[in-house]
């Protein structure tokens, strides 16, 4: 049975960092497409970030560029999410996924993705 935790969110203020981590068990961490999404109060689960497993070729959505960084430890099976100059508008729940879509094709749709985690809240206000 695949699991996944996320961990590392927390409270910020605007321009702080955080780290999020995604342990996955049970699973062939190789496999398909992992995905970083967020949902915040009242809107639809957009993607952040989508990493193909095969070649560790990145997508990133145009709002995260530049400030977010994804990354992958395959002795731990985790999946990492680096987010620096963190903005209000970034305050949401954050989920990693995995079993995505081959190549990472529609890597922003949630619903390519079949596992997920419980989600971790990120908060940025003053």
């Known amino acids: 049975q695949v699991q996944m935790k996320e961990s590392g969110g927390g409270s910020v ?10 342990r996955v068990s049970g ?14 109060p009242g809107k639809e689960r957009e993607g952040v970030v989508g990493i193909d497993n095969d070649g560790g070729r990145t997508y990133y959505a145009d709002s995260v560029k ?29 989920y990693c996924a995995t079993d995505g879509p ?12 079949k596992t997920w985690g419980q989600g971790t809240q990120v908060t940025v206000s003053e």
């Open 102 to 113: 081959f190549r990472c094709s529609q890597w922003n749709y949630w619903g390519a993705y």
């Open 27 to 40: 699973y062939i961490f190789s496999s398909y497409c992992m995905g970083w999404f967020r949902q915040a």
């Open 66 to 94: 530049g400030r977010f960084t994804v990354s992958q430890d395959y002795g731990e099976n985790s999946l990492y999410l680096q987010m620096n100059n963190l903005r209000p508008e970034d305050t949401a729940i954050y």
């Open 13 to 22: 203020q605007p321009g702080g960092s955080l780290r999020l981590s995604c």
